[in-house]
T-cell receptor, first 114, second 114 residues
């Protein structure tokens, strides 16, 4: 089975721009979660989607949004980019809603905001 | 609110020696507990999880972890470290009840020296 894929792998943007990141979960997985990883803050939860519905949201400003499609693929969008948004964005999928289910992570998208 | 503490930013161990990476957690009620490993420029890889039952959990690559409810700990161990075990290790916790996301510790960098 193919793992979780994320595109693009690397991205350079300037302040004020917006960006869309994509995540394709493992086939059959219905839950997708997004995390932001930075050296200072570690892994911070952004949101969880299950069956196209946002089930949980972390403490991030409204500039961060996401969605999930009927095929379970997910996108996250960051508008009006700030320097502090530079990070590794990780997507994880699981069979069912996050609970006892193991989350499987993609390689991440590294975003650099200049 | 749930939280995870990994008290050591860095752990150094000689190859062949036993290793321990510490994790303590705080959560209402009983927890689900996970360990993940991250190699450079990669996403997180699942190592093991504690759901219920035996307090000693065995996982991938010879790793194991012991759930200690009284000490609210879930330390990761391996009897004999390999140089290839050098990586960043993350402990994560989720409450069994309620709609809460997986919360990660800040990570511990393990360095195994030949």
């Amino acid at each position: 089975k193919a793992g979780v894929t994320q595109t693009p792998r690397y991205l350079i943007k300037t302040r004020g721009q917006q960006v869309t990141l994509s995540c394709s979960p493992i086939s059959g997985h219905r839950s997708v979660s997004w995390y932001q990883q930075t050296p200072g803050q570690g892994l911070q939860f952004l949101f969880e989607y299950f069956s196209e519905t946002q089930r949980n949201k972390g403490n991030f400003p409204g500039r961060f949004s996401g969605r999930q499609f009927s095929n379970s693929r997910s996108e996250m969008n960051v508008s009006t980019l700030e320097l502090g948004d530079s990070a590794l964005y990780l997507c994880a999928s699981s069979l069912d809603r996050v609970g006892i289910e193991t989350q499987y992570f993609g390689p991440g998208t590294r975003l650099l905001v200049l | 609110a749930q939280s995870v503490a990994q008290p050591e930013d860095q752990v150094n161990v000689a190859e062949g020696n036993p290793l321990t990476v510490k994790c303590t957690y705080s959560v209402s009620g009983n927890p689900y507990l996970f360990w993940y490993v991250q190699y450079p420029n990669r996403g997180l890889q699942f190592l093991l999880k504690y759901i219920t039952g035996d307090n000693l959990v065995k996982g991938s690559y010879g790793f194991e972890a012991e759930f200690n409810k009284s000490q609210t700990s879930f330390h990761l161990k391996k009897p004999s470290a390999l140089v290839s075990d050098s990586a960043l290790y993350f402990c994560a916790v989720r409450a069994r009840s309620g709609n809460t996301p997986l919360v990660f510790g800040k990570g511990t960098r393990l360095s195994v020296i030949a």
